[in-house]
């Protein structure tokens, strides 16, 4: 079953290559003689998914996030200063769609707001992140774009990334982590919400377990990342 699912998933994918490419930003169809062939996929991929509501969700004009939540057993400077500058490496490990990272442009110093580099991803695709706000110990934010991969590409014009770090007391911190995707166009919007902030959601939650891990075992792998951060200007 959950092949049957993945396979469903990722040909759900590759028709959306061939949609996207027949919408403008504007959700306007480039071809008029389109349109039907547009509908037919939209209402198939709908179906075949279960969700055939989320149609209408996408027409709201809120872009597609995931929010993770968890409370970690560890001072909020720790938690911070481990998870900002953390080796991606080590907790992007990939999933049925997404696949891991193998390597980044920058390894050292990732501590300044303006900072980009390059992810390497294990299929042979690039972006670029760029390092937006850092308010050392609450807060930092980040954008991901310029993919190389089809599919991404195709769906994304970037995504959008914030975690925010509360102080609990007693050496306890909660830390809300949330990943927004900015679609190509309004069928893109579609596929996202049925499809890939599930993959987005499952590929956060196993970061998230491993990062929380570290910290409360005090193996802190990405530690060769840390620098000392300060706050922003």
């Known amino acids: 079953m959950a092949r049957f699912k993945t396979a469903r998933w990722t040909g759900c994918l590759r028709r959306i290559v061939c ?3 027949s919408v403008t930003a504007d959700g306007k169809l480039k071809n008029k003689s389109e349109e039907k062939k547009v509908k037919k996929i939209l209402a198939g991929i709908a179906a075949g998914t279960g969700l055939i509501g989320v149609y209408a969700a996408t027409r709201s004009g809120k872009n597609p996030q995931t929010v993770v939540e968890m409370i970690v057993n560890a001072p909020i400077e720790t938690a ?11 907790i992007f490990r990939g999933t049925a769609l997404i696949p891991a990272i193998v390597d ?3 390894k050292e110093g990732w501590n300044k707001a303006g900072l980009s580099r390059t992810i390497y991803f294990k299929d042979g695709s690039t972006s670029q992140e760029t390092l937006l706000t850092i308010e050392s110990p609450t807060a930092f934010s980040y954008k991901n774009e310029r993919f190389t991969s089809l599919v991404l590409k195709s769906l994304l014009t970037r995504f959008e990334g914030e975690w925010l770090f509360t102080d609990l007391g007693d050496d306890r911190t909660k830390i809300e982590w949330t990943y927004r995707a900015i679609p190509t166009n309004f069928a893109a919007r579609l596929i996202i919400e049925v499809v890939l ?7 956060l939650k ?3 377990t491993i990062a ?3 910290l409360e075992s005090g193996q802190l792998t990405g530690a060769h990342f840390a620098a000392d ?5």
């Open 19 to 21: 949609l996207t490419a």
């Open 80 to 90: 911070f200063h481990y998870i900002a500058p953390i080796n991606l490496m080590h």
């Open 104 to 106: 980044t442009s920058i």
């Open 197 to 203: 902030i599930k993959a987005i959601r499952s590929m």
């Open 206 to 208: 196993n970061a998230s």
């Open 212 to 214: 929380v891990g570290d």
């Open 229 to 233: 951060l300060q706050p922003q200007n």
